[in-house]
């Protein structure tokens, strides 16, 4: 069982920077593929970024490509989300995922929201103009 805190959300003005965080509980964070997802008011929950277990494979939302960065560190359980350039349609609720894929699968990256079965409880970010 994996259980996913979320930090690092605020307010910032458009043009500027955030960087989320994500902590896992559990021994097993290395066996897992990460993503994070964002619900804006109003609309449904979408995909933004994703990282295999080992870190090395990478994908991003079209939206965000070139402005966010996904990244881990397995030694300390935690995910991160750079976002830089933000934009006022950035602004959501961003959650952290977790998905079990296995040692095996240290490439594996999964996009599709029904993919994750654990699920942090979100925190907001918020884009100024």
């Known amino acids: 069982q994996v259980q996913l805190v979320e930090s690092g959300g605020g307010l910032v003005q458009a043009g500027g920077s955030l960087r989320l965080s994500c902590a896992a509980s559990?021994?097993?964070?290395?066996?897992?593929?990460m993503g994070w997802f964002r619900q804006a008011p109003g609309k449904e929950r979408e995909f933004v970024a994703a990282?295999?277990?080992?870190?090395?494979?990478?994908y991003y939302a079209d939206s965000v490509k070139g402005r966010f960065t996904i990244s881990r560190d397995n030694a300390k359980n935690t995910v991160y989300l750079q976002m830089n350039s933000l934009k006022l349609e950035d602004t959501a609720v961003y959650y952290c995922?977790?998905?079990?894929?296995?040692?095996?699968?240290?490439?594996?990256?999964?996009?599709?929201?029904?993919?994750?079965?654990?699920w942090g409880q979100g925190t907001q970010v918020t884009v100024s103009s």
């Open positions: 995922a977790a998905t079990f894929v296995g040692y095996g699968s240290k490439w594996v990256i999964r996009q599709a929201e029904y993919e994750y079965n654990h």
């Open positions: 559990g021994r097993t964070f290395s066996s897992y593929a």
């Open positions: 990282v295999s277990w080992s870190g090395g494979n990478t």
